[in-house]
């Protein structure tokens, strides 16, 4: 069984009592069931684990418990990515976390802006044609040093920096 949260496939879910180690490498979600819907309580990663007791002495267990209503009632799926970095698991939490706010998440998921600021056209672009089929390209966004131009015939993209 799996179930796909955003665009990742998740294994699970399953009781949580029935989940047995090692883990390694993975995303995990912590859900409530009611009924035929789960509704996803914490959200976490896990670098690697033996420790049957992994999630009893987790400093959330109390807080998935009392949001599901019993015990009985966590279920846990789980998004391996053996291959992934540190990294990739956080931007996929992030993700997750600002997407459906588990209620048992305290931290603050960080809310990165990007390095590059957006600015209004002053239409006195360049004009150049499509490398690939010779049409003219047009101006599709304009970034605060450079310009992105897409081709409205065979739809590729080019960025050029702004003089």
Known sequence: ????????????????????????????????????RFNIV????????DDKSFFIQHSGFKCWVEKSGSEKSLYLAILPLFEASKEHR????????????????????SNERPDYAVRKSDNSTEKFSCPCCGSEMKPEQFLEKSTLYRCGSCGISDTKLNS
């Open 1 to 36: 069984m799996s179930i796909q949260i955003l665009q990742y496939e998740f294994l699970g879910p399953i009781p949580l009592d029935e989940w047995g180690p090692p883990m390694e490498k993975l995303v995990f979600l912590i859900m409530s069931r009611d009924k035929d």
């Open 42 to 49: 914490y959200v976490g990663d896990c670098e690697k684990t």
């Open 90 to 109: 956080e931007s996929i939490l992030n993700k997750i976390k600002m997407r459906y706010n588990p209620p048992c998440n305290v931290e603050k998921v």
